[in-house]
């Protein structure tokens, strides 16, 4: 099982930006895993942000933030990254990664076999 912990959260202005890291613990590589970071607004269904494959090649986006967001992964420093850009009010959520072990980088919410606690990222208008 590997232990992920969300870090970078705030409260900012709009059009500025944050950047979210995620951090493995228990002795796990995050190599292994493709991973995601979602967030979950108040009253609102968890809803999948970005993905990146497990070398990192591969990246994916939800329309909302493409283009603003970036998601980045270190492996050597077993780290995820979520650079976000141009932070709209709309952007406020608790933001979460979490990780998927048969490395398939999707969408879904149930295709994540771990999950951190989440950081909290509210922006003002």
């Known amino acids: 099982q590997v232990q992920l912990v969300e870090s970078g959260g705030g409260l900012v202005q709009a059009g500025g930006s944050l950047r979210l890291s995620c951090a493995a613990s228990?002795?796990?590589?995050?190599?292994?895993?493709?991973m995601g970071w979602f967030r979950q607004a108040p009253e609102k269904d968890r809803e999948f942000v970005a993905a990146i494959s497990m070398g990192g090649t591969k990246t994916y986006y939800t329309d909302s933030v493409r283009g603003r967001f970036t998601i980045s992964r270190d492996n050597a420093k077993n780290t995820v990254s979520l650079q976000m850009n141009s932070l709209i009010p709309e952007d406020t959520a608790v933001y979460y990664c979490?990780?998927?072990?048969?490395?398939?980088?999707?969408?879904?919410?149930?295709?994540?076999?771990?999950w951190g606690q989440g950081t909290q990222v509210t922006v003002s208008s």
């Open positions: 979490a990780a998927d072990y048969r490395g398939s980088a999707t969408a879904g919410v149930s295709e994540y076999d771990f």
């Open positions: 228990g002795g796990r590589t995050l190599s292994w895993y493709a």
